[in-house]
């Protein structure tokens, strides 16, 4: 018989966190007082993370469920393979580091129960986090919002509830470059969000420096936007038609008499100026091609190397 609840957490490198984050899951889960199961994604962890996972399994086989993954995939592709080996009526996906407390699972739960097929945790005040971090999150929410055709909750990661009806509609976008929350927002169902107070790391480093906050950006703006390519069009209109305008100024000067605008500097500049938009629009070209490239090779999204679950 397939558990109620399907609390699906990533996770890389949390061997001081990973024993604490199972302990408040498993108080809170019994406290719903309904089956569950915890999926833990070992996402080519290379500390002691593999061997207290594979404890943890030993220790509760009853809830807990252990994926090691052949390698690092990534935090999108854990999710999702996490989502992809998950039994449950309703699958929550929450972080394993503790930023996103695991108290708030019943309130998400409250509101599917009303109803909703999608509940997400809207972070309401983030604790811990230096400016440039909270400068950074807001600049990526309000940049997506612009650019991209789904419309994704401002505050919003991907710390949700997904109803079995949503979760099997998602399952059928294997697309490689993911962007789980914005893929959820495309997926519409009625959906709803629970604010609650981000906490500040425990212990540990962030998985999500600026680098991958940069790339997790580019993966949405061109997994759900065209306006790159608009953009690099527009770009190339505007040129054409200031060398347009250029070459007309110039030849009315000359026609008058008056000394054209000319020189080495001139020169250089247009050069310069030209050979921007062009390198600009091709890899803007790059980054599409690029992804359809990725998807034309049809590899899978993750390979597992060990899967722990006890016999059903």
Do not use: C
Not at 103 to 113: D, F, G, N
Not at 237 to 264: E, F
Request: charged share 25%; glycine share 8%.
């Amino acid at each position: 018989m397939n558990p109620r609840f399907s609390i699906v957490a990533p996770v890389f490198n949390e061997e001081i966190l990973i024993h604490t984050f199972y302990e408040r899951v498993y108080d809170v889960m019994e406290e719903v007082g309904e089956s569950w199961e915890l999926v833990l994604v070992n996402d080519g962890s290379r500390d002691q993370t593999p061997a207290l996972l594979d404890a943890l399994y030993e220790e509760d086989p009853e809830h807990v469920v252990v994926l090691h993954f052949s390698r690092n995939f990534g935090h999108q592709i854990a999710i999702t393979a996490g989502m992809d080996h998950a039994h449950g009526d309703a699958v929550v996906v929450i972080d394993s580091d503790l930023q996103d407390p695991p108290e708030v699972i019943p309130e998400l739960i409250a509101k599917w129960r009303e109803g909703y097929e999608v509940v997400y945790a809207v972070r309401a005040e983030r604790e811990g986090e230096t400016w440039f971090k909270l400068f950074t999150a807001r600049l990526f929410y309000r940049i997506i919002q612009a650019l991209t055709d789904v419309k994704i909750p401002m505050e919003a990661g991907d710390f949700r509830l997904l109803d079995r009806k949503a979760l099997d509609a998602l399952k059928r976008m294997r697309e490689q470059h993911r962007f789980v929350r914005a893929m959820v927002s495309w997926l519409g169902f009625r959906q709803i969000g629970v604010p609650y107070r981000r906490h500040a790391r425990a212990a540990g480093e962030t998985k999500y420096p600026f680098t991958k906050m940069f790339r997790l950006a580019l993966d949405a703006i061109t997994g759900f936007s065209m306006f790159p390519l608009k953009l690099s069009m527009w770009a190339g209109g505007a040129a054409v038609a200031l060398g347009g305008v250029m070459a007309l100024v110039l030849l009315i000067l000359r026609l008058n008499g008056a000394a054209p605008l000319a020189g080495q500097g001139l020169t250089a500049s247009l050069v310069l100026f030209m050979g921007g938009v062009q390198l600009w629009s091709i890899g803007i070209l790059g980054e599409y091609v690029g992804r359809i490239y990725n998807e034309v090779r049809a590899r899978p999204l993750y390979l597992v190397r060990e899967s722990k679950r006890k016999a059903s």
